[in-house]
């Protein structure tokens, strides 16, 4: 009788083991088609540097380069962060912050190849004027026909 129960408590204790896990794990979150953001000066990439976003030569496996439209604001892949410009100052460096909240200063739309914020209606921009070198500083300007100004991505669904 003992090494029946003993059976029988191993068995429960093992099928608990095997099952707990299981239910416990959470299903893990959907990440929309991502997409890179890439400027028609030089044909460089939009990415996080973990405080604020340049251009760099473009590395489709890079997730810091990657993007996805999420409500109107962009969302990069590396970080679940959001393109943010500091409260919508002009010439104000664009950031990658660590939340996304939605506001104005986060919410973006593509008119034809420019990329405009919500909070002032103006365009990111490369800065010193589409400086080409690696890593140049994003901030936003008054929009114009620059190719500086220009970008290539999807339409937001």
């Known amino acids: 009788m003992i090494k029946n129960l003993t059976r029988g408590l191993t068995a429960l204790t093992m099928t608990a083991l095997t099952t707990l896990p299981v ?23 939009l990415a996080s540097n973990g405080d604020n976003v340049e251009v760099q030569t473009c590395n489709r496996g890079t997730g810091n380069q990657l993007w996805f439209w999420e409500a109107g604001k962009l969302v990069n892949v590396a970080e679940f962060h959001c393109l943010d410009v500091r409260n919508g100052e002009l010439n ?15 919410r973006w ?12 209606n103006q ?7 589409g400086d080409p070198s690696e890593h140049a500083g994003i901030n936003l300007r008054n929009c114009g026909p620059n ?8 339409n937001p669904s």
Do not use: Y
């Open 23 to 45: 239910l416990g794990a959470a299903p893990s979150a959907a990440v929309p088609p991502s997409f890179q953001i890439m400027t028609a000066l030089n044909s460089k990439c």
């Open 109 to 120: 739309k593509k008119e034809g190849e420019w990329l405009r914020t919500e909070v002032n």
């Open 147 to 154: 190719a500086w100004q220009f970008w290539r991505l999807p």
């Open 123 to 129: 365009c990111l921009s490369i800065q010193n004027n």
């Open 92 to 106: 104000a460096p664009a950031q990658v912050v660590g939340d996304c909240h939605g506001l104005a200063n986060q």
